[in-house]
């Protein structure tokens, strides 16, 4: 086994393609493309945000389905679609469903008379829209064979885990966040001829740095200037400043090194990104490509847990739309006859849609120097902050309520959803696919549901507790009073 050295070497590399190697799976996250404000609902993905994610979808088709791509996935379907080797995900979510739709139209365009099909009579059926091709987003459609479907439920959960939010908001305490607050007092202050309609001067201050930028930046792509008020004051530094200030008070909340749970949402990925390369590594007739849609903040979480920002600051930063990075499982070894001794990993990533003119990059992980692991070491090293199953979940939230109710106290809920060991079935005791979908539902609406129940209890108020409040503060503080999404996308 050996790794061509030369990509041993620096974190950023372009990307290239050895001859000899095999990609033998991959794991693509993604974020949405371009979408409208998050300050008015409905937020929607834009024309523009929907031909990104296209782009990026076509790009990854090209590297990794097509016939002639060059890390061609072995024994991936080219141009129609096996179901059983792809898995695409994404939170209950407008913008990011609709962004792994689009997505998926590149990844598997319409197949034309590929996909035609004779009937026992003879006759050719094409199917609507020239062979359009119908990819379940979310749901797994291989779930005997896949672990990681029956987990879904969690993976929605990462703004349903009590610890993570706490932490999150203990942020709002930090010096950190309270020195930058007063520091940027002035800068927020000054700009409010441009957004006092929708900003006043209580609510322009680095508290929002994530929403006053958010409504800013898109207002700067889809407004003409001249109707934008007091457009001057938007110079290039200053836009610059807003998303400066946006990346910090967002890493702030997605990880504190001392605080590793402020990451959840990241932990949930990394148990996915491993399990899902496992199963193509172990089980080569099945799932090969997994494809998840998630929030800048996943991005920053994972990052902050992966040390990616060892590799380069610029990890510190929120990620363009349509940005993704992608695991690729490859070996020099005769793909038929493989030992993960001869399998490795490695990390790419790209900021904002790929494309050949800014394809993703090799940066190392781990605070290490090597950008492609051997598949042990990148378990090890993934395992070292993944949360695995819904059982290690609960613990690590420090939820007893809801799906967790069980496992705290002592039923390994692990041994039932993933242990399934020889048996195929799903339904020996696992928790089925419709199920874990249902608990996901029920994990973001037990969250809901409790805010309001406190909201609505006004009479019963005085007996809430003084934490349960701030958690409401809090939670309300996070979600930036976007109440039609939990997810910060
Ligand atoms: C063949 O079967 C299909 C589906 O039942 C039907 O729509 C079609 O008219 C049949 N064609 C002939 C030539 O009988
Ligand atoms: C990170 O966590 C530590 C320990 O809990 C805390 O002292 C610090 O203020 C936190 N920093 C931020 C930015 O939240
Ligand atoms: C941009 O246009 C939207 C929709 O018309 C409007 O709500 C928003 O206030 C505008 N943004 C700015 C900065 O003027
Ligand atoms: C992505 O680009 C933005 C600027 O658009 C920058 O702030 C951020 O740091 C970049 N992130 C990475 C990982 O390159
Ligand atoms: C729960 O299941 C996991 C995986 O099967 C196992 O590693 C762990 O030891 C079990 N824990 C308990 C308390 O049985």
Excluded at 59 to 87: F, H, T
Excluded at 308 to 315: I, L, T
Excluded at 438 to 464: C, D, F, H, Y
Aim: negative net charge; hydrophobic residues 40%.
């Amino acid at each position: 086994m050996h790794f061509t050295p030369l990509l041993l070497l620096l974190p950023g590399l372009p990307l290239g393609v050895e001859a000899a190697e095999t990609v033998l799976g991959a794991y693509i996250f993604h974020r949405h493309g371009d979408r409208t404000t998050k300050s008015y609902s409905p937020v929607s993905l834009t024309s523009l945000g929907a031909e990104q994610v296209y782009l990026s979808g076509s790009w990854y088709r090209n590297r990794y389905v097509a016939a002639d791509a060059p890390a061609r996935i072995n024994g991936i379907a080219a141009d129609v679609v096996k179901l059983s080797q792809l898995a695409v995900t994404s939170p209950v979510d407008n913008v990011l469903q609709n962004s792994a739709q689009v997505f998926l139209q590149g990844l598997y365009p319409p197949a034309g008379t590929a996909s035609a099909q004779k009937l026992a009579n003879g006759t050719v059926v094409n199917g609507p829209l020239g062979g359009y091709q119908y990819i379940p987003v979310n749901a797994d459609s291989n779930s005997a064979s896949s672990k990681q479907s029956e987990e879904n439920g969690w993976l929605q959960g990462g703004s349903g885990c009590p610890n993570a939010i706490a932490s999150s908001g203990s942020y709002f305490d930090s010096s950190e966040y309270l020195t930058k607050l007063a520091e940027t007092k002035d800068f927020y202050q000054n700009l409010l001829p441009v957004y006092e309609q929708t900003f006043p001067s209580a609510k322009a201050t680095f508290e929002n740095a994530y929403t006053i930028y958010d409504f800013v930046h898109v207002s700067t792509i889809h407004n003409a200037s001249d109707s934008i008020p007091s457009n001057d004051l938007l110079t290039p530094q200053t836009q610059q400043r807003l998303l400066t200030l946006a990346s910090e008070h967002e890493w702030g909340l997605a990880f504190n090194s001392s605080e590793p749970i402020r990451a959840a949402s990241g932990s949930v990925l990394a148990g996915h990104i491993v399990q899902a390369l496992s199963t193509a590594l172990t089980t080569p007739t099945s799932q090969k490509l997994t494809v998840q849609f998630g929030a800048y903040g996943t991005f920053m979480s994972f990052f902050g847990l992966s040390q990616a920002p060892a590799a380069s600051a610029d990890f510190y930063g929120i990620v363009d739309y349509a940005s993704s990075f992608v695991f690729e499982l490859v070996t020099d070894a005769d793909p038929s006859s493989i030992s993960t001794d001869d399998v490795g990993v490695r990390f790419l990533f790209v900021n904002g849609t790929a494309s050949d003119a800014n394809p993703p990059r090799a940066f190392s992980l781990f605070g290490q120097t090597e950008t492609t692991l051997k598949w042990k070491d990148f378990e090890s090293e993934m395992n070292k902050f993944s949360l695995h199953n819904m059982a290690e979940w609960c613990a690590a939230c420090g939820s007893t309520e809801g799906v967790c109710a069980g496992s705290s106290s002592g039923s390994n809920v692990s041994s039932t959803v993933s242990g399934a060991g020889g048996s195929s079935s799903s339904g020996s005791g696992g928790i089925s696919t419709a199920v874990a979908g249902v608990i996901g539902a029920m994990v973001t609406l037990a969250v809901i549901l409790g805010l309001e129940t406190l909201i609505l209890g006004v009479g019963g108020l005085r007996v809430v507790k003084k934490k349960t409040l701030r958690q409401l503060d809090l939670a309300q503080k996070m979600s930036h009073d976007d109440a039609s999404s939990m997810e910060k996308v």
